[in-house]
């Protein structure tokens, strides 16, 4: 097991990870080291605990100053001088190859880098060719960052307009009609029935308001709390969701192939490269289906065999896995796979804000209609009985 330590040494605070057969184990390890423990947590398999801008920074600027002729103590000082967030953790990597640690255990003890990308460190190092990995890594990171700006940039318009759309029909029905009606029933008229059903909204919201507040409040902390007790049952419905759950597979796949293509390329062994990517996965339901998979294949059979069992997996998958397998390019089949699930998940993603954009503006179009036609009906009323 990996635990994530944050502990009191020499003064100051430092962080890094640590392996024990169970947390107390951990714990006496990190104690015999003359550390006092302030936090352990165990990692999970698909935790990734430093963001990718940084790593995307961190591994052009490593790439660059190797390839440049600096020694690795020597570039980890150049970038551990300009970065700032993770200043203290890129001190203890100088720290541990100065005291002789290889660069990939060195990166691995500061609890920061993600499990693959340490394996493909590792697997440079053995290779004497680091330069060519930290150049797959850099393009790995890149395609990944792209995809999170793909997801981000979409959202980003159909968001705020659902926001803006909310803001409005709050603003129209605890504000503005509460006012009109003040000066509706200063008059004895009759008014239009879709009026009172106004005026009736306007009070349930003014009286409801922080109620239901208080129930997406609820609702968000019962999601959690189920996802947490039931992750699976939760996970099931999300893919069983029309669009919805065919891009959130997408995307999943997307990332355990992008994976496996790089670790693969990099000679890790099949068997190793599937315990790395089948951390990257976030979906637990997916990742229990791909650790069948990985249990079948230590046991002898192919992969595609594997992955034919399970009706989760697309059938292009299996397909392209069946051919690199019969070809010996496995690696190039992850990539052909990777690549075509992530211009499918963008052309996915397109149609799905394609659709909410409209559904959202016709929906609120509607409410907020629905309330600017009441109060223009009550005032032609008013009109007509003077």
Do not use: C
Not at 193 to 221: H, P, W
Request: hydrophobic residues 45%.
């Amino acid at each position: 097991m990996e635990f994530k330590y944050k502990a009191f040494y020499e003064g100051q605070i430092i962080e890094g990870l640590i392996e024990g057969e169970s947390k107390w184990d951990a714990v006496n390890k990190l104690k015999n080291q003359g550390m006092t423990v302030l936090k352990l947590d165990e990692i999970s398999a698909q935790e990734t605990v430093a963001d990718y801008k940084f790593l995307e920074k961190f591994t052009r600027q490593l790439y660059q100053l190797l390839k440049s002729g600096l020694t690795a103590d020597r570039a980890i000082l150049f970038i551990y001088k300009s970065e700032k967030k993770y200043n203290k953790q890129l001190e203890n990597v100088l720290n541990s190859i100065r005291e002789g640690s290889s660069l990939s255990n060195a990166l691995k003890n500061t609890g920061v880098f993600p499990k693959s990308y340490i394996e493909m460190i590792k697997s440079g190092e053995e290779s004497g060719s680091l330069e060519e990995i930290l150049e797959l890594l850099l393009n790995a990171i890149i395609e990944r960052n792209e995809l999170r700006k793909h997801i981000l940039s979409a959202l980003i318009y159909p968001s705020f307009l659902f926001i803006v759309s909310i803001l409005s029909f709050l603003l129209i029905s605890l504000y503005v009609i509460p006012k009109f009606k003040i000066v509706i029933q200063s008059t004895d008229i009759k008014l239009p029935l879709i009026t009172r059903v106004a005026f009736f909204i306007s009070d349930i919201f003014s009286y409801m308001v922080v109620a239901l507040i208080l129930m997406a409040i609820s609702s968000i902390l019962l999601l959690n709390f189920l996802k947490r007790r039931n992750a699976r049952m939760v996970e099931s419905l999300i893919l069983k969701l029309p669009l919805i759950g065919s891009i959130v597979l997408q995307l999943e796949l997307t990332k355990f192939s992008q994976s496996m293509h790089f670790l693969l390329k990099s000679n890790i062994p099949l068997n190793q490269a599937l315990d790395i990517s089948i951390g990257t996965v976030a979906f637990q339901i997916i990742r229990e289906k791909l650790d069948e998979v990985k249990k079948e294949v230590i046991k002898g059979s192919s992969m595609s065999y594997a992955l034919n069992k399970y009706r989760i997996f697309p059938s292009v998958l299996i397909e392209l896995v069946a051919v690199g397998e019969q070809t010996g390019e496995l690696h190039s089949s992850f990539y052909r796979i990777y690549t075509q699930f992530s211009e499918d998940f963008k052309d996915k993603t397109k149609k799905f804000i394609s659709l909410l954009e409209p559904s959202v503006v016709v929906i609120m179009g509607i409410v907020i209609g629905f309330l600017v036609f009441s109060m223009m009906l009550a005032v032609f009323s008013i009109s007509s009985g003077i």
